[in-house]
């Protein structure tokens, strides 16, 4: 599997270097990462996506999707994508496992998938590079390619003449393209941030799969009191200003009911104010 996501990270203090050196940013979506496939639909014989594989390599397909109304995909797998290749593999974060998963698929009545990267146009990864090489097949106007060696300027102009080509219906409802940004990075940034985001992706446009992509997170530290500790399941459960309680894991040094400690976090959790992320960090003898 050729990971497309950010391996690194980047500090928000340099968006503006980076963006003098011609790097973008992209909202970081929140969700689950999966490489989609586009294969033939099993009832009409059209383009449909009809695969998908996590990070960890467990696959995901048509019939296990549509077995079960609470898997993640159950909306995306088996959507009909007119104008989109069989062979194409295509890679986001599908909306779930979020508050902000929840209210999109209360709005749309569907769960989707927010696209960042694509691979291949017309071939998956399976066929050799020999054969990809030689093979002179179109697809409509869009020539079959494996665009793993290509840059992120090349794959990301694709994958937006892929979305141009989407037709309506419920495959424009569940599927949509993350935004990129060229200028004004430490404002886009700073607008993420204050929407309730957990940062921003920096991408180097001449960069290949698998480089040249950073996180940019945001650093909220916020004063938290134990209520309990269980050592069986490594947990401890915290209170933040006497709201309701959330688990986080046992940090490596001791800690006891009724201590504050100070919990680093990703922001927020909507109007819930669960920290997002958290983890206990140190603590506060001196809070009592």
């Known amino acids: 599997m050729a990971y497309c996501g950010p391996t690194r990270t980047a500090r928000a203090s340099e968006l503006l270097a980076y963006q003098r050196k011609g790097w973008r940013l992209q909202p970081k979506a929140d969700g689950w990462y999966a490489e989609l496939r586009v294969g ?26 549509k077995r079960s109304r609470e898997h993640a995909l159950r909306d995306v797998l088996g959507l009909h994508v007119s104008g989109w290749p069989s062979g194409t593999v295509l890679v986001g974060e599908s909306h779930v496992g979020t508050p902000a998963a929840r209210r999109r698929e209360d709005a749309l009545g569907l769960r989707g998938v927010t696209l960042f990267d694509v691979l291949a146009v017309g071939f998956g990864d399976e066929l050799p590079t020999a054969v990809l090489a030689i093979a002179q097949a179109t697809c409509g106007a869009l020539p079959a390619r494996d665009l793993r060696g290509e840059p992120q300027s090349e794959r990301r102009r694709t994958l937006e003449e892929l979305y141009l080509r989407l037709e309506g219906g419920p495959a424009r409802r569940a599927i949509d393209v993350v935004p990129e940004w060229s200028t004004g990075l430490r404002n886009r940034y700073a607008e993420i941030v204050e929407g309730g985001g957990e940062g921003g992706v920096l991408v180097d446009p001449s960069a290949p799969v698998g480089k040249g992509k950073l996180k940019v997170k945001r650093r909220d530290t916020v004063g938290c009191r134990v209520v309990s500790v269980s050592a069986e399941q490594g947990t401890a459960r915290l209170s933040l ?40 960090v140190a603590v506060r003898p001196d809070l009592g």
């Open 241 to 280: 200003g006497g709201m309701t309680a959330f688990s986080v894991q046992i940090p490596a040094f001791p800690i006891a009911p009724g201590q504050a400690v100070d919990v680093a976090a990703v922001g927020f959790y909507d109007d819930s104010w669960t920290p997002r992320h958290a983890r206990i």
């Open 40 to 65: 033939r639909c099993p009832c009409c014989g059209g383009s449909a996506l009809t695969l998908a594989r996590y990070r960890s390599g467990r696959v995901a397909t048509l019939a296990e999707a």
